[in-house]
């Protein structure tokens, strides 16, 4: 009976050993990796449950920390500044269409207006002058012929070639020619613009940027005058300012001024001019059809062969229609009149004006369309 209780007692001492060095091992093993310590710890769970016979409880799963949403597996952006893309250049607008600057209709009063840059206008334009006063002895037949470029956008340069039957009358348009057959005639012109609003799109003119313009010019005329006792050969140095405005889209005005000399083998003396002028848009489509009114005043004064003065007055009515962009036509109705002794004549003026772009014919953006070397 004693022996079986030593043997008992002598075999849960075993186990209690058992149970501890297992546990001491766990500890070890917990210190060194922690999973084969939560292995160790299920094995003992284990073993233990089987000799109490029970199964030991699922072991829950650790909670894992929430990872920050913003974290990504994403390798990080440099931040090096990346060069911006340079934006892609606008082509040039088209030229606008000219506007009747430099209307062949329109002669007492060059407009301050000039044509745009690299525009040429090429125009013709027929005068007949009928003297119908008792004193006159014929009529004059004119033929004109003048060509306008835009050099920039400040200059302008002109010439003038007229070509005049006077049919030896009386020619009361302009003094110089009394008496004779012909009168042949070139003239160059130079025009500044000084100052005015920018010259506006085609289109309708807005009311809150009516365009105007300040222009000053010279210019030198020299006429072959042929009569039957005695040709003559006058110069002309002419001097003038202008200015034009736009009282609203439709309706412009002009003023002119302009002083000169002329000299030649037979007369001699200066001339001065004061005009004015209204252009009106018949149409709402801006210089498609566009009536002009025009009145001048010229004042001759001669110091060869002898003093006198004389003064002519001018009234013209115009009409012009712009055929396209490029082609326009007009025709007008005028009445001049010598003050002094009391004779008139009308005339009637038809006219043909083609406008185009000399650098656009050549490659206007031909340098804009070179590329850039890379730097």
């Not at 090096?80 to 893309?85: F, K, M, N, R, S």
Request: contains cysteine; aromatic residues 8%.
């Amino acid at each position: 009976m004693r022996s079986s209780i030593l043997v008992g007692i002598a075999l849960t001492a075993l186990k209690i050993g058992i149970v501890s060095l297992a546990l001491t091992s766990a500890s070890a093993l917990l210190e060194t990796d922690n999973c084969l310590f939560k292995y160790s710890g299920l094995a003992i769970s284990t073993v233990s449950a089987q000799e109490n016979g029970t199964e030991p409880p699922a072991e829950e799963p650790e909670e894992q920390p929430a990872e920050d949403e913003t974290a990504t597996d994403e390798e990080p952006v440099s931040e090096e500044p990346v060069a911006e893309a340079e934006p892609e250049e606008e082509p040039p607008p088209p030229p606008p269409t000219p506007m009747l600057y430099s209307h062949p209709v329109r002669q007492n009063i060059p407009e301050a207006f000039i044509l745009p840059e690299g525009w040429l206008s090429i125009a013709y334009l027929n005068r007949s002058f009928d003297e119908d006063s008792l004193a006159s002895q014929g009529n004059i037949d004119s033929n004109g012929y003048r060509f306008d470029y835009g050099l920039s956008d400040r200059v302008q340069l002109g010439l003038r070639l007229w070509q005049n039957d006077t049919n030896n009358g009386r020619a009361i348009i302009v003094p110089f020619w009394d008496n004779t057959i012909t009168a042949d005639m070139w003239e160059t012109d130079i025009k500044l613009f000084l100052s005015g609003t920018p010259r506006p799109e085609p289109g309708t003119i807005p009311d809150d940027k009516l365009p105007s313009a300040f222009s000053i010019g010279i210019s030198h005329q020299d006429s072959s005058l042929s009569r039957e006792q005695a040709d003559d050969d006058l110069r002309i140095l002419t001097g003038y300012v202008c200015y034009s405005a736009y009282l609203n889209p439709k309706l412009a005005t002009h003023t002119y001024f302009s002083t000169g000399r002329f000299t030649g083998d037979l007369m001699s003396g200066t001339m001065n001019t004061l005009a004015a002028g209204l252009d009106y848009d018949l149409l709402d489509e801006r210089d498609k059809l566009r009536l002009s009114l025009d009145g001048a005043l010229d004042i001759y004064n001669f110091r060869q062969t002898s003093f006198s003065a004389t003064r002519v007055s001018h009234v013209n009515v115009g009409l012009k229609y712009m055929v396209s962009r490029n082609i326009e036509l007009s025709a007008g109705y005028g009445i001049h009149t010598d003050s002094d002794s009391d004779l008139s004549s009308t005339e009637f003026q038809f006219g043909l004006a083609f406008y185009t772009d000399i650098l656009d014919m050549f490659g206007r953006s031909g340098s804009d369309d070179e590329e850039t070397p890379a730097e």
